[in-house]
């Protein structure tokens, strides 16, 4: 059974902490994302990343940075953590597709941040 | 602006019949859109793929449309079950390259009744 796994179901930080999400995912897959999550607003695109070591901005990176060292490990990072990153986080993967081959998203189950 | 647009509201349909999910796109030219399911706490699941050179697409108890002169997708569930209940949520590939990412819509939440 394929997975994405990120470490967290549940995580609580305090304001202007240093906060990791990591996400691992064992289908071999080049291509790894981060969306949050947030009621009326739906799934947003952080950053993605197609290789190790590349990384790409989203819709909204601000506030974050990424790290892809390995192929099956892909990890969020909050430089500063503040309340308006409390949200849901979703790590996906997915395989490596050019044109219209470009195949689904394998979603992880969430990490629920709350930052007070 | 580019712009995914599902029904915002909740669907209710009664248990039997079938539920009908609409997504809307401007300004994209998507080479595919995909269909997820989202329960509640959980990440979204995988449902169906149909591309821009194909009008429909099906697998058990789900259908879906794709018009491109419309700029719109048709998700169908027949013979619904209140199992069905979950948030639906349609995504494109919106970007210039395959492996960028792809761009939800805000999802439509389904409430299938006994």
Redesign the interface.
Known sequence: DVK?TQSSRYLVKRTGEKVFLECVQDMDH??M?W?RQDP????R?IY?S?DVKMK?K?DIPEGYSVSREKKERFSLILESASTNQTSMY?C?S?K???????????????T?LTVV | SQKIEQNSEALNIQEGKTATLTCNYTNYSP??L?WYRQDP??????LL?I??NEKEKRKERLKVTFDTTLKQSLFHITASQPADSATY?C?L?ARP???????????THLIIQP
């Open positions: 994405v080049e291509n994302f969306y009326g607003l739906g799934l695109l993605f197609y790409e989203g979703l996906a997915s490596w597709g050019t044109g219209d081959l470009n195949t689904e998203a394998f979603f992880g189950q969430g629920r | 080479a595919y995909q706490g959980r990440g979204p699941v995988f793929l591309r821009e949520l995504a590939d390259r395959g492996a960028d990412g792809l761009t939800f819509g805000k999802g």
